[in-house]
């Protein structure tokens, strides 16, 4: 039946007909969307190949489907919700990841021009220091690099960057690969990428550019919630238990001193369920009263620490969005 209901879903959002389905159906789960970023830079004109950042026009049309078919609430408001076992159905939140400048500069002027909550969850070891997220930092080398018949080897795999295609597939590739390190690691082998293929690691700029804590603490002020997202973007399965809990505890204790707030919701960077360990679940339990994953879902797990997001990009559009929430519930 449920395979049935999803192809139903499918079909009907195929013809346009999500937004619809969202309004018939605002009785469903509740559901936290993910997101990274905002941008109202023109198209074509960032690097931006996995899609992470929503185009300004786009992210409205979001909300507006958003305002109209859901009860949108902050984290703290569902988590506080199905803790006490109470009425959950329809219930939204929306969460940003890591701490992008776009988030202050695009999103939350959308956010605020509509009405609606949201909580910014950040990695804070790259706020104040002009710092690379790696991942962003091997997209722009494998898309800026002018070496036409360069190649590299990463963890035993050998990609090619011979046209587009060949580095779409790479980026997805090496970064695989990549989230099975230390961040460290991860870090270094990158900046090894960046010099074989020859570009320059300038600061980060535009997209890839993180806030500084001047402009965190205005989050806040504008009525948002900021949360922890460890220092290093560290995935914590792959670091040393005890460094895990420092990452855990270090972001909260330097958001509240920054900020002087902090959610008590916990987001785990990259979240799939081999990207924390239940040691990592069993810490946060001990200092949280949640935590976020990344697995697709809707949000009434059981174990609030290991709540499911529905995920967002610049190819969600408001039919897609409709889909996949609907989906997931």
């Not at 007909?17 to 023109?42: E, Q």
């Not at 990695?123 to 710092?131: Q, V």
């Amino acid at each position: 039946m449920n395979n049935l209901r999803q192809r139903g879903i499918g079909a009907a959002c195929k013809f346009g007909l999500g937004p619809t389905l969202m309004r018939l159906r605002s009785s469903a789960p509740p559901i936290v969307l993910m997101y990274h970023g905002v941008t109202d830079a023109a198209p074509g004109t960032t690097t931006d190949h996995d899609g992470k950042h929503v185009q300004l026009s786009l992210f409205r049309e979001q909300l507006k489907l958003l305002a109209g078919t859901r009860r949108v609430v902050s984290v703290a408001k569902l988590v506080e919700t199905l803790a006490a076992g109470g009425e959950t159905a329809g219930m939204l939140a929306i969460t940003f990841d890591d701490g992008y400048l776009n988030n202050l500069t695009t999103a939350a002027p959308a956010l605020k021009d509509a009405g609606l909550p949201a909580t910014f969850f950040l990695a804070t070891g790259f706020l104040d220091e002009r710092r690379w997220l790696w991942n962003d930092r091997i997209e722009t080398t494998i898309f800026h690099t002018k070496r036409q018949d360069a190649q590299i080897d990463i963890a035993g795999e050998h990609v090619s960057l011979a046209d587009i295609g060949a580095r779409r597939d790479a980026l997805r590739k090496v970064k695989r690969k990549l989230k099975q390190f230390h961040w460290r690691d991860a870090q270094k082998q990158v900046e090894d990428i960046a010099r074989t293929l020859e570009v320059d690691a300038p600061a980060p700029s535009g997209l890839h550019e993180f806030m500084t804590w001047d402009q965190a603490r205005k989050l806040p002020e504008m009525g948002f919630t900021v949360g922890a997202h460890t220092v290093n973007h560290a995935i914590l399965s792959r670091v040393p238990p005890e460094e895990a809990e420092r990452e855990i505890l270090d972001s909260r204790d330097r958001i509240v001193a920054m900020t002087g707030t902090c959610s008590t919701t916990f987001c785990y960077p990259n979240g799939k369920r081999a990207d924390y360990t239940s040691q990592t679940v069993d810490f946060c339990r001990e200092h949280f009263d949640a935590a976020l994953s990344a697995e697709y879902g809707p949000a009434n797990e059981p174990n609030l620490f290991e709540i499911r997001r529905v995920p967002v990009d610049n190819s969600t559009t408001p039919n897609q969005l409709s889909k996949l929430i609907l989906q997931a519930a």
